[in-house]
């Protein structure tokens, strides 16, 4: 069992940055995949972007390419999502999430195993 908690959410005006952080209990998130999501109000959960066990290769969403950046420090049990140009349709809670998918990394919610409880990201325009 694996317990995933993200911190670093917060009030941005558009433009701006934060890093999220998902801090790992246990001894094994080495072995995983790591994930983020995101949910607006009223909107499905959807697919930001991810990143291997190994620390490479990752993937994003369209909508995040060249803002993003998904890192992990396997020595600290904890991943990261470097979010910079802000803007207000990113507004939603963000979730980490891990996997063990062995051909490639998985884009989908259903995919993923465990779970974070999510941090609120506001973006003011």
């Known amino acids: 069992q694996v317990q995933l908690v993200e911190s670093g959410g917060g009030l941005v005006q558009a433009g701006g940055s934060l890093r999220l952080s998902c801090e790992a209990s246990?001894?094994?998130?080495?072995?995983?995949?790591m994930g983020w999501f995101r949910q607006a109000p009223g909107k499905e959960r959807e697919f930001v972007a991810a990143?291997?066990?190994?620390?490479?290769?990752?993937t994003y969403a369209d909508s995040v390419k060249g803002r993003f950046t998904i890192s992990r420090d396997n020595a600290k049990n904890t991943g990261y999502l470097q979010m910079n140009s802000l803007k207000p349709e990113d507004t939603a809670v963000y979730y980490c999430?891990?996997?063990?998918?062995?051909?490639?990394?998985?884009?989908?919610?259903?995919?993923?195993?465990?779970w974070g409880q999510g941090t609120q990201v506001t973006v003011s325009s």
């Open positions: 246990g001894r094994t998130f080495s072995t995983y995949n």
């Open positions: 999430a891990l996997e063990r998918s062995i051909v490639r990394l998985r884009t989908t919610p259903g995919e993923y195993d465990y």
């Open positions: 990143i291997r066990w190994s620390g490479g290769p990752t």
